[in-house]
């Protein structure tokens, strides 16, 4: 199966059809300057990809870094939680969400997309944060910057690759 052929099996948008052409995964994933594109894919391809993407949502938030103590030691605790710390995020949730009425919106909303995805079943904030990041002035290229960082080829690839054998 084709690249291309992939993307279609899986609803893939018709610009990024159009864009992808006769683009291999690999030439895809390195040449793609939508951010929103990669988090895409890598939300399609699986759940083994939620610490990277994890990652990614963490790097989205740090771009513009938090001024509010709770929202920095929040990013903070997403930090320890990726080192491998046992962070309970329950309380820190909740008090988050109450900056929603009292901070600056776009700071808590980008803090949330990272605590919201620490939470398995909310994979889609990476795509959140990265669309979040957009409208706070990140470009596509240093989006893009981050999801390669911290999801290079080595790590994507087998698993676009296994998807596309069974589509």
């Known amino acids: 199966m084709q690249f291309k052929e992939f993307l279609e099996s899986i609803d893939a948008c018709e610009p990024a059809l159009e864009w992808v052409g006769d683009r291999t995964a690999e030439q895809a994933w390195a040449e793609c300057e939508r951010a929103d594109w990669l988090m895409w894919l890598a939300y399609e391809v699986g759940e ?3 610490k990277p993407q994890v990652r990614i949502a963490l790097g989205c938030a740090r771009l513009t870094p938090p001024t509010h103590p709770l929202l920095r030691a929040s990013l903070n605790d997403v930090e320890r939680w990726l080192a491998g710390e046992s962070v309970d995020f329950s309380g820190v949730m909740g008090e988050v969400y109450q900056l929603l009425h009292e901070g600056p919106r776009c700071e808590v909303r ?5 605590l ?6 909310n994979r889609s904030g990476s ?11 990140a470009t596509q290229a240093t989006l893009c910057e981050i999801a390669r960082r911290h999801l290079p080829w080595s790590v994507i690839g087998p698993l676009i690759h296994a998807k596309m054998e069974v589509a």
């Open 48 to 50: 083994s990809v939620h």
């Open 110 to 114: 980008s803090v949330l997309y990272t």
């Open 116 to 121: 919201r995805i620490v939470d398995d079943r």
């Open 127 to 137: 795509l959140d944060a990265v669309d979040l990041a957009l409208t706070r002035g």
